[in-house]
């Protein structure tokens, strides 16, 4: 009897360290954006289910449907603050307590990314959040009375990863910087511009002109935002005033990916083909990574690309880690939100009838060789 319970506790202990080393997967569905066209009928492609799953239209067979099944999955009404309290907010109290983690936001370029990641002042995003909650979290946990021998000092970095360069985005001249890891094997930039923040304002102050910093670059070399991967680093220090003057650091990224559209299918050409090429490899490897780590693989390849390595020590392993796949609903973005879903999902059915498309109608459609019941049914289905 006591082996077996020695056994249960190692699965336990297993099962603990396996479901950390995961990264939980989201998938979010922006809403339907109304084409140019008044009396275009809307052609959404996807359909929520329910808070785990979705449906989407089997493009090589139009009598099957296909279900796919998440960690989590927001429909197209979900506000930014159910994405926060329901994938990211249980994350932030590891930080105190030396712990890494990362959240990021993959998809293809205009399905919503930058919305969830960033928002708008009316609708603010993941990063906004997460960064005022930090705070407010060091500042109770500072008048604790058993941390009064303790510090916290929140500091930021922001880097863009363009063509597997890292870029300073704090500091524009630093155009290429190198990444290392130390004898504990924690993963650093040397170099990099550090900024310490003590309040929202100070996180504003620096966040916005950097943010400026790479929408110039964007236009200028033709919305290359889409094409790198915006790294957000808050790192959280809790320091002991007296002997033995310990430490602990927890870091938390917050990554804006670059589009995950395959540019050979849109038709990108020259630099730009070029561009993407390096873009998809390093997504390609996160990717990988994010597979071998949620099937539990020996190796993990996070040296294969600038990106991987850069969250090696904060993406798998003790990390906790959540990606949130933006997907849209129209029919313009059916192969790549296959794609971003073939990615995220944990599993996939083939379900034996056809995708149901709900039309909306401004004057009632008068099918007058119908009976009342079929009428009602040949409002939902088509
Ligand atoms: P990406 O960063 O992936 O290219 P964006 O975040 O820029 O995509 O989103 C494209 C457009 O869709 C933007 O105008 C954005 O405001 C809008 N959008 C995205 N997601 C939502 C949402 N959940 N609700 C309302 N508008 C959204
Ligand atoms: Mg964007």
New binding site residues.
Partial sequence: ESVSMVKRASMLDQHKKSSCARVRVAV?L??Y?EEKEEDKVPTACVRGLDSHSLEIVNWRNQLETMQYQFDAFYG?SASQREIYMGSVCHILPHLLIGQNASVFAY??????????MLGNPDQPGVIPRAVRELLQMTRMAASAPENENWTYTITMSYVEIYQEKVMDLLEPKNKDLPIREDKDHNILIPGVTLKTINSFGDFDEHFIPASQNRTVASTKLNDRS?RSHAVLLIKVQKSQQVAPFRQLIGKLYLI?LA?SEDNRRTGNQGIRLKESGAINSSLFTLSKVVDALNQGLPRIPYRDSKLTRLLQDSLGGSAHSVMIT?IAPEQTYYFDTLTALNFAAKSKQIINKPFSRETTQTVAAQPAMKRPREEAEATTSS
């Fill in positions: 979010r922006r809403p954006m197209d998809g293809p370029t205009g399905a919503g990314k930058t919305h969830t889409s804006d589009g933006n």
